[in-house]
T-cell receptor, first 111, second 114 residues
Framework: RKEVEQDPGPFNVPEGATVAFNCTYS??????FFWYRQDCRKEPKLLMS???SGNEDGRFTAQLNRASQYISLLIRDSKLSDSATYLC????????????FGKGTKLSVKP | GAGVSQSPRYKVAKRGQDVALRCDPI?????LFWYQQALGQGPEFLTY????????KSGLPSDRFFAERPEGSVSTLKIQRTQQEDSAVYLC????????????FGPGTRLTVL
């Protein structure tokens, strides 16, 4: 089975903290990598695509290690509004782009 | 969701009932996906359409599940003779045309089978 593994958490951090999430994926054919954010009882929303060279978007930094099949997300200066479940997602390597999701890591940012 | 609406948002069905879930993407999106998200799990792929053609239905869990997109826009996911294990959120997603194949999800339909 092609899987994506993540620490389910929860990660409970104070405002302003830096927090890192990691995930591993088993399908070496995967070509596209993403972090999605999902709030309670809402749909997943694309947070960042993850590129081979790593990429940054404001307080969020994503890294990809293809050799180790490992993806990370770093959140700096956490805000209360960052509280959500973060889903690590890869495509299945096929041309259609079917996505394979991890179960998610729950983050709770406290005042 | 970004450019995708789904209806109904909530559906309660008695075991054995048939249900139909609708996905209405903004026009022009070629790729459409259905996913099933059980409680505490990540979404799991069900089926994929390219325009009106259903190119992949490998994720449909049983022959009680059927999807269609006859005019290449609105899609319907039908579940016949619903079972309790069908209780989940059913998510529709549209794919982008870029090489990275990003997907954007509708708000989902939460199905509860009693």
């Amino acid at each position: 089975r092609k899987e994506v593994e993540q620490d389910p958490g929860p990660f409970n951090v104070p405002e302003g903290a830096t927090v890192a999430f990691n995930c591993t994926y088993s399908n070496s054919a995967s070509q596209s990598f993403f972090w999605y954010r999902q709030d309670c009882r809402k749909e997943p929303k694309l947070l960042m695509s993850v590129y081979s060279s790593g990429n940054e978007d404001g307080r969020f930094t994503a890294q990809l290690n293809r050799a180790s099949q490992y993806i990370s997300l770093l959140i700096r200066d956490s805000k209360l509004s960052d509280s959500a479940t973060y889903l690590c997602v890869v495509n299945d390597g096929g041309s259609q782009g079917n996505l394979i999701f991890g179960k998610g890591t729950k983050l709770s940012v406290k005042p | 969701g970004a450019g995708v609406s789904q209806s109904p948002r909530y559906k309660v069905a008695k075991r054995g009932q048939d249900v139909a879930l609708r996905c209405d993407p903004i026009s022009g999106h070629v790729s459409l996906f259905w996913y099933q998200q059980a409680l505490g799990q990540g979404p799991e792929f069900l089926t994929y359409f390219q325009n009106e053609a259903q190119l992949d239905k490998s994720g449909l869990p049983s022959d009680r599940f059927f999807a269609e997109r006859p005019e290449g826009s609105v899609s319907t996911l039908k579940i016949q003779r619903t079972q309790q294990e069908d209780s989940a959120v059913y998510l529709c997603a549209i794919g982008t045309a870029n090489s990275y194949n990003e997907q954007f999800f509708g708000p989902g339909t939460r199905l509860t089978v009693l």
